[in-house]
């Protein structure tokens, strides 16, 4: 029996390590790293009780490394899909009936593990299989994981005790049910953390869940898989597939028990998803919900007043930590005329020290894109802009996959404001910079908001209040993530709630209850104490 009214952990964001040399952190993950280097492993899907293997393998390996074979993951088809869709409705039920404090537990477990014995494992996975380096994976596959899972407890909290006023004689109450039916969570390959959350926040709500990862992260998936499953996840709440996007999408969205789905990847599936599920929509018991972020053309503006130092530095790191393959990675730069030389001399500076290569080496900052394909888009746009009279390459300009896939930090200078790279999305280490007229900054404002279709993140650099409050309103609309003198990355969860509009997706700000709040069907509840016992009102006395 419950009977008391529980308050859940106050969360704090978990701190971030340095991985300093020497530290207890750089040796065990170091440890991790040669382990999993050192053994080939066998990964299967998860069908409710069961692990799933199959004679079709899917090849893992680093991409600063790409003839290493890490593992193989079994590759499922259409029956696989069916089956995850079936185990998670089988325990629908039992999984929506256990008190919601209960469910909460198992995260916050989940959240305490990977805080402590999975930390170099989560991290070490992801420095292999998306190329991501220690300080980087730290941020985001231990310390961003870890904080979705405690926040989102804490939020959930709060929706429950937001509850209707009553009159006198009536007692009103609001509970919140999850969605009839099941979520469909499709996660992308450059965040462990949104690969984690995406399923787990609907689950936490009640919901039961089929996760389909992005291939190039099933090798951190299985161990969050692993980790859920320690902390005591029941069999068929969340159900880990690896099969083809288009086909698991067809069988999903076309199924009656379609309840949602969380989604985060490129602009254009989430679109044909959008389109599918109308053309679906008379097959569903409910509405489904529609959740996604997506792609961004994100920019930075600096002021003619900014400091030249703190542009150059929130460039560097904004536009080529993790080589550019963040969502909200500084893609477009639009630097005044009187900052320009300064801010490149520092951009400079900086890019001539920054190392490339493996993971394992932690002195390297930039590592390698994720897989062939993206390294031959993203060169493509190189290779391109060194044939172009329009355009300047003033750093970087290199790539070569022979080994892995690597890609030099590459800053482009556009004579154009409309030119390709200034317009298109890249999600790789090129920034362009566009020079303007110092004494234009109204009409550079205009150019930010009009350039392109997305509105992720966006940072505006300046010591100049007045400057900045105009920025702040003529942007408005650009950016769902709006900085002041900071890089446009690094979003924390419970202080920069994220997500964007436009052609960026629905803004539903994971790492917020807003986000959860899509994950429950709210149920009004009136209680009148004294009924009625004639059908008279004072009105129809003479």
Known sequence: MHN?????????????????????????????LAEMRATQIEVPMYIGSEKVFTDKKIKLSPPHDHQHILGYASEGDASH???????????????ASLPWNERAAIFLKAADLLSGPYRAKINASTMLGQSKNAYQAEI????????????NVAFYQEIMAEQPQSAKGIWNKSEYRPLEGFVYALTPFNFTAIAGNLPASAALMGNVCVWKPAYTQIFSAQVIMEVFREAGLPDGVINLIYVDGPLAGDIAFSHPDFAGIHFTGST???QSIWKTIGQNINKYKAYPRIVGETGGKDFVIAHKSADAKAV??????GAFEFQGQKCSAASRAYIPSNLWEDVKKYM??????????????????????IDEKAFDKISKYISDAKTDADVQIIAGGNFDKSEGYFIQPTVIQAKDPK?????????????????????????????VNTTSPYALTGAVFSQDRYAINQATAKLVDA????YINDKPTGAVVGQQPFGGARASGTNDKAGSKLNLLRWVNARTIKETFVSPTDYKYPFLAE
């Open 81 to 95: 899909v069916t089956a995850a869709i079936n185990a998670s409705l089988a325990a629908r039920t039992d999984w």
């Open 419 to 447: 030119y390709t790279t200034m317009c298109e999305e890249i999600f790789g280490p090129v920034l362009t910079v566009y020079v303007y007229d110092e004494n234009k900054w109204e009409e550079t404002l205009e150019l």
């Open 312 to 317: 150059a530095v929130g460039l560097v790191r």
């Open 348 to 369: 400079l500076a900086d890019l001539a020290e920054i190392k490339m290569g493996p993971t394992e080496d932690f002195s390297n900052f930039v590592n390698a894109v």
């Open 479 to 482: 950016a769902g993530n709006f």
């Open 140 to 151: 985001d596959a231990a310390c961003e994981l870890i904080d979705f899972l405690r926040f």
């Open 268 to 270: 254009a599936v989430f």
């Open 4 to 32: 008391a009214i529980y308050q859940v952990p106050l969360p704090q964001n978990e701190p971030v390590l340095n991985y300093a040399p020497g530290s207890p952190e750089r040796e065990s993950v170091k440890k991790a």
